[in-house]
């Protein structure tokens, strides 16, 4: 296994920028006293604290990158509300959630508009961190391996001849915010699939995340797997000692493989 484990923090829309930089302290804190040197962390807040959450980082030097949860794949323009890949370039941003379920399912987010997104974080040199993964119809009815290389595959094709990394998280609907967690036996088939799926692109070397209610006492036997690459993680990311503690078992877990 090559690839240093990733974990990113998802933190939705959870805290202003006072308890984003409270939190993002504690993080700091914590990792003095826990394994860390085997993974990469990222930490991806809501827009309005990323120069808080980046000043920290910085000032303290702590060992964590910052992300954002999401972008527009416009430059610019007459569009209110929307923030351009140009601008988080500017504020040290190195990684986007691209096409998160909740991005696809509460606000239209297609597949175009996830390929396209995808293309304006290569072209600023930031990673894209490209969410594919099936919701339980999709899973019960037996389609989830067609759906999920369906996803991934009209964004790779999209990506053809653009340089610059990827990541794909691999994030099952009906795992997310649910408290259910996919087997150890249903993530290694999906990842699978995903590594076999980059490989026919010329990606075959991507992280590959998985997201879905990851938590403390599930994360050593899931990073375990051979083609997880490390974790989105959402609701265990929103408390400093359980993000620490995910942060550490992988760190320890990765330490062992090598």
Not at 98 to 125: K, N, Q
Not at 139 to 164: D, M, W
Not at 234 to 253: H, M, R, T, W
Request: glycine share 8%; with cysteine.
């Amino acid at each position: 296994m090559n690839r240093r484990p990733l974990i990113i923090a998802n933190w939705k829309m959870h805290f202003d920028f006072v308890e984003a930089i409270h939190l993002v302290q504690q993080i700091g804190v914590l990792l003095r006293s826990k394994s860390h040197d085997n993974v990469d962390i990222v930490v991806a807040p809501p827009f309005v604290d990323i120069r808080s959450v980046a000043s920290v980082i910085e000032a303290d030097r702590l060992p964590l990158a910052v992300g954002a949860q999401h972008v527009n794949a416009l430059e610019s323009g007459a569009y209110t509300g929307e923030v351009s890949a140009s601008m988080l370039r500017r504020l040290m941003v190195k990684f986007v959630l691209v096409g998160h379920s909740e991005r696809r399912t509460l606000f239209s987010m297609t597949g175009d508009i996830v390929a396209e997104t995808a293309a304006a974080c290569l072209r600023h040199g930031i990673t894209p961190v490209v969410c594919v993964g099936e919701n339980s119809d999709e899973r019960e009815g037996g389609t989830h391996r067609e759906f999920v290389e369906q996803q991934l595959t009209e964004t790779l094709r999209f990506l053809e001849g653009l340089a610059g990394s990827i990541v794909v998280a691999y994030e099952p609907l009906w795992a997310i915010g649910t408290g259910k967690v996919a087997s150890t036996g249903e993530v290694d088939e999906m990842s699978k699939l995903i590594r076999a799926t980059l490989a026919q692109h010329q990606r075959g070397e991507s992280h590959i995340l998985y997201g879905g209610s990851v938590k403390t006492d599930n994360a050593a036997e899931l990073i375990t797997i051979a083609d997880i690459d490390g974790f989105l993680i959402g609701g265990a990311s929103l408390k400093a000692e359980s993000f620490v503690e995910i942060v550490s078992q992988s760190s320890d877990c990765y330490g062992k493989k090598r």
